[in-house]
């Protein structure tokens, strides 16, 4: 990236040129030669070279197993084959995308700025090119296929009890909490727009920043509304890093009067067009929002921005867990809470505190501070005080009904009911005190 560094970190920097397998960083010059196309070609061919490796491996250890060397299994090779993909996809979509990158001369020619001996008219450049198009669309665009296929099917695969292909994409879910399994296919896309706004803005340079800001800041949006990582403390160090490097990108730009001025001018024109289209399509939806829920329509679907499960699903699927979990032994039942992350023990104490709370349980156990919803409705408090009232006297009257032997005209008479009183505010918006009994 065309950014400009401190005179101090530029030979840490420029060490960094390992991390896109820069063939005079490794120094291997002495052995492959100054030739850019074999430096390049040398570079394309390191992770398929991996990935035929290990799957050689796997080949070799049946053989093997007569002498008593344990034989490596299908899901464990996939496994580790993705987990070197996974490391090394940033530098993938560099190294696929180096051709791409010609800077133009004050003389007319193109020449490419990894290799700038190599001009991009040549026939060494369309070999190069070919290559970094196959690396680009079988292993860095293939990659993110594959992981979002996994990610699509995996609690499909889980609900069939197919181990062996959830074995297979361990390497997705590993390092995130198992309610953000899918993060991995939001940081493989951050690898790759980084490196497709470094490509694209290779003869400006703001676009480079701008390109490379954008995808950090949805990016930094993502992890601060899902915080994926199962340790707080890298969730909190990923927010932190992110944000650090987006200052850093923008401190960095380049100074041209003319290509900052008309840059500037062509952004703020784009982020001015994409504000309105926001603000209009909130107000779009506020609007249709409105008027469904007037017309007495669910709008979980537009104002949650997604769709909601009837309440009575979720009451019968709540009656069904609670009698499981009736059935549990509380030593498994502990043992099963110690194995969880933290993310997944504070949902299941706010659930404790919600259904306590809502629901009125009769317990002493206080896990989280929350208010409950029924101090903030009348209506709703009032309900509940007449439903529970309703409930007393239903039992009152079911333990005054005479004997089966008694007189029939004894039977007749009904049992002497309380009178209820409920003496309503004169305002809807008292609070609740104003129920008595």
């Not at 030979?11 to 430096?39: E, F, H, M, P």
């Not at 399509?281 to 921005?305: Q, R």
């Not at 009348?378 to 004997?403: C, D, F, G, Q, W």
Request: glycine residues 4%; hydrophobic residues 50%; contains cysteine.
């Amino acid at each position: 990236m065309s950014v400009r560094w401190p005179a101090t970190l530029t030979k840490t920097v420029s060490t960094l040129q390992l991390l896109v397998l820069d063939v005079d960083s490794i120094g291997l010059t002495c052995l492959l030669g100054s030739n850019a196309l074999r430096n390049y070609l040398f570079s394309t061919l390191v992770f398929p070279a991996v990935i035929a490796w290990l799957a050689f491996c796997h080949m070799v250890s049946k053989p093997l197993r007569k002498l008593g060397v344990s034989a490596r299994k299908v899901p464990y090779t996939v496994n580790t084959m993705g987990l070197v993909l996974q490391l090394g996809f940033g530098t993938m979509a560099a190294v696929a995308l180096k051709p791409i990158m010609c800077t133009r001369h004050p003389n007319g020619l193109r020449s490419m700025v990894s290799y700038p001996s190599l001009s991009c008219e040549e026939s060494q450049y369309g070999l190069m090119l070919a290559c970094g198009m196959a690396l680009l669309f079988c292993f860095v665009l293939g990659f993110v296929a594959l992981c979002s296929y996994a990610t699509w099917m995996m609690p499909l695969w889980s609900a069939r009890s197919q181990p062996e292909r959830v074995q297979c994409f361990r390497f997705c879910t590993s390092k995130y909490r198992l309610d953000a399994y899918w993060f991995v296919v939001p940081v493989c896309l951050r690898h790759l727009g980084i490196a497709l706004s470094i490509a694209v803005g290779t003869n400006m340079p703001p676009a480079q920043t701008a390109g490379a800001s954008i995808v950090l800041v949805i990016y930094l949006i993502m992890q601060v509304a899902v915080q994926p990582w199962k340790a707080p403390l890298m969730n909190i160090v990923d927010i932190a890093v992110t944000a650090i490097f987006v200052l850093l990108l923008n401190k960095s730009i380049q100074v041209d009067p003319q290509m900052e001025m008309d840059f500037a001018e062509l952004s703020a024109f784009a982020f001015l067009l994409l504000m309105i289209f926001g603000l209009v399509f909130a107000s779009v939806c506020a609007a249709v929002a409105l008027v469904l829920h007037h017309a007495g329509h669910n709008v979980n679907c537009i104002l949650d921005l997604r769709r909601q499960k009837e309440s009575e699903e979720i009451a019968k699927a709540l009656k069904e867990c609670a009698e499981h979990l009736l059935q549990i032994n509380l030593s498994d039942l502990s043992e099963t809470i110690d194995h969880m992350n933290s993310y997944d023990v504070k949902t299941i104490l706010d659930l404790i505190s919600l259904l306590s709370l809502e629901l009125e349980l009769r317990s002493n156990i206080h896990l989280n501070m929350r208010v409950p919803l029924s101090s903030l409705n009348y209506r709703l408090t009032r309900a509940r005080l007449t439903a529970r009232l309703s409930a007393r006297l239903t039992k009152t009257s079911t333990a005054a009904v005479p004997s089966p032997c008694a007189d029939e005209a004894d039977a007749a008479v009904p049992p002497d009911r309380p009178e209820l009183e409920l003496s309503e505010p004169a305002d809807d918006s008292e609070d609740s005190d104003g129920i008595s009994l």
